[in-house]
């Protein structure tokens, strides 16, 4: 079986990783659209032309499904591509309603970190007018964070300022939950880890979407597992490929705190 993922960078790693442990038989073939990062700072129109190109790599793999490993490229994609193509096609967004049926008490207050196209779009206001009836949820665009993920920039006094200074109208005390709506914030849980209350727990959509994919993929068996990436289309380096396991291994000590 096999199975694309695509982000606009590494953040998808996130997804990968999570997809390499609970589907053992299959072949990843991972995109990060490296040429074109950051999405989330780009206009709609743009986001769908990259898409658009990133499809037909798809087709050309022949691949039995396709994980769009991000938030914000999943916030502008609309049902037509589900219809268009001949695969499934599972998108991400951000996961509030696993927080709200988490915190499930009124005065338990969520932030939603996602990229300025996820926060104003149309997806995610009609998510919330959906699940959050208590209006529990704040949202927080972070674009830097998606800078700082691509230079491999996780823990420095910077990010943590930066982070600082964005959630100025907010206490970050306050928070029962950081949504992370963006596949590149799941670097950064050391520095928010430093910045909200030792309480605050992480939720992130990973899990929901590998879950989803089983739901939607037909499972045929590969004999193994196997990777391979591209960076906007073409095979990934040696050099790179070294890259991508030190994200790899970064998500394996953030996520077992
Ligand atoms: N990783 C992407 C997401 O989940 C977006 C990053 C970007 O701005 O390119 O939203």
Do not use: W
Request: proline share 4%.
């Amino acid at each position: 079986m096999n199975i694309g993922i695509f982000d606009s960078g590494i953040g998808g790693l996130s997804v990968l990783h999570h997809a390499l442990k609970i589907i053992p038989h299959a072949n990843f073939i991972y995109y990060a659209d490296r040429k074109n990062v950051p999405y989330g700072e780009k206009s709609v129109f743009e986001i769908q032309t990259f898409i658009d190109e990133i499809m037909n790599f798809f087709i050309s793999k022949k691949v039995d499904a396709l994980v769009i490993a991000c938030n914000t490229a999943s916030s502008v994609a609309t049902k037509e591509y589900r219809d268009k193509f001949p695969f499934p096609i599972i998108g991400m967004e951000p996961a509030v309603k696993k927080a709200v049926e988490t915190y499930t008490e009124k005065q338990q207050r969520i932030l939603v970190a996602a990229t300025p196209i996820t926060i104003q779009g149309n997806k995610l206001r009609q998510l919330l007018n959906r699940v959050d009836k208590y209006h529990q949820a704040d949202l927080i665009a972070l674009p830097k964070l998606v800078h700082f993920a691509e230079l491999k920039q996780f823990d420095s006094l910077e990010v943590e300022e930066y982070i600082k200074t964005a959630l100025n109208q907010y206490c970050a005390v306050d928070y029962s939950a950081i949504v992370l709506g963006c596949t590149h914030f799941n670097y950064f849980k050391p520095s928010f880890q430093r910045i909200f209350s030792k309480k605050t727990q992480f939720i992130d959509g990973n899990e929901g979407t590998i879950k989803q994919l089983l739901r939607k993929a037909p499972l045929i068996e590969s004999y193994s597992q196997s990777v391979q990436f591209y960076f906007s289309g073409i095979p990934a380096t040696t050099k790179e490929l070294n890259e991508i396991k030190t994200y790899l291994s970064r998500l394996e000590e953030v996520y077992y705190l």
